[in-house]
C-alpha cells in the first residue's frame, strides 16, 4: 500500500515508494496528508509530522492529518481546516538534537515548528488551537503507539487508546 500525500483540494501531488527516499516530482511540493473520512473521526484533529504518524492515528481513529514538515503546509491547513469548529492539537515531536552552528547549544525543530504552526492557526482559528508534545518520551505518534504495546489489528483496543490520548486534552 502506499500513502499519498494532498493538497487542501484533496489533489494527491505525489505518490511515495518505498525503495525510493523521500522526494517530489520537479515543480511540485509535498502536501498534506490525511484519509478521506478524517473528520469523521471523533474528537480534537491532530497535526502530526509525516505519513507514518498519520497512519498511527488512523489506526487509533483519531481525525489526523500529516503536514509535510515541521513548519509546512499552513496555508493548506488553513483552507482544510475552515469550518470543522473542532480544537486543533499541534503534535510537536520530541527530536532535540545539538545546534551545528552554536556548539554547545540545543534545537528542538519539532516542538519549533509545532509552536510557529500553532500560532499560525491561531490567527484563523483563535484559542482553538494548540501545541503538544505526547506522554511519556516518544518521540511521534507513531512510536507512542508501538511504545503503548496495543496489537495494531485490535481494533477496539487501538480505539480505545486512541480516545484515551484525546481524552488527555
Given at each position: 500500500?502506499t500513502?499519498?500525500a494532498?493538497?487542501?483540494?484533496?489533489k494527491?501531488?505525489?505518490?511515495?515508494r518505498?525503495?525510493?527516499?523521500?522526494?517530489c516530482?520537479?515543480?511540485?511540493?509535498?502536501?498534506?496528508?490525511y484519509s478521506?473520512?478524517?473528520l469523521?473521526?471523533?474528537?480534537?484533529?491532530l497535526?502530526?509530522?509525516?505519513m507514518?504518524?498519520?497512519?498511527?492515528?488512523i489506526t487509533m481513529?483519531?481525525a489526523?492529518?500529516?503536514?509535510?514538515?515541521?513548519t509546512g503546509?499552513?496555508?493548506m491547513?488553513?483552507?482544510?481546516l475552515?469550518?470543522?469548529?473542532?480544537?486543533?492539537?499541534?503534535?510537536?515531536?520530541?527530536?532535540?538534537?545539538?545546534?551545528?552552528l552554536k556548539?554547545?547549544?540545543m534545537?528542538?525543530p519539532?516542538m519549533?515548528?509545532?509552536?510557529?504552526?500553532t500560532?499560525?492557526?491561531a490567527?484563523?482559528f483563535?484559542g482553538?488551537?494548540?501545541?503538544?508534545?505526547?506522554?511519556?518520551?516518544a518521540?511521534d505518534?507513531?512510536?507512542?503507539?508501538?511504545s503503548?504495546g496495543?496489537?495494531?489489528?485490535?481494533?477496539?483496543?487501538?480505539?480505545?487508546?486512541g480516545?484515551?490520548?484525546?481524552?488527555k486534552?
Open positions: 500500500r500513502c499519498a494532498r493538497s487542501s483540494r484533496s494527491m501531488p505525489r505518490r511515495p518505498r525503495s525510493r527516499p523521500k522526494r516530482a520537479t515543480g511540485s511540493r509535498r502536501g498534506l496528508t478521506g473520512d478524517w469523521d473521526n471523533p474528537g480534537a484533529v497535526l502530526v509530522e509525516g507514518s504518524d498519520v497512519a498511527a492515528g481513529g483519531l489526523t492529518i500529516g503536514r509535510p514538515s515541521n503546509g499552513v496555508a491547513l488553513r483552507k482544510l475552515a469550518g470543522c469548529g473542532r480544537h486543533i492539537v499541534v503534535i510537536g515531536e520530541r527530536d532535540r538534537q545539538p545546534d551545528k556548539p554547545g547549544a534545537r528542538w519539532g519549533d515548528g509545532a509552536r510557529s504552526v500560532q499560525q492557526l490567527k484563523q483563535g482553538n488551537v494548540g501545541a503538544r508534545l505526547l506522554p511519556g518520551n518521540k505518534l507513531r512510536a507512542w503507539f508501538r503503548c496495543v496489537d495494531p489489528a485490535d481494533r477496539e483496543a487501538c480505539f480505545e487508546l480516545r484515551k490520548l484525546v481524552g486534552w
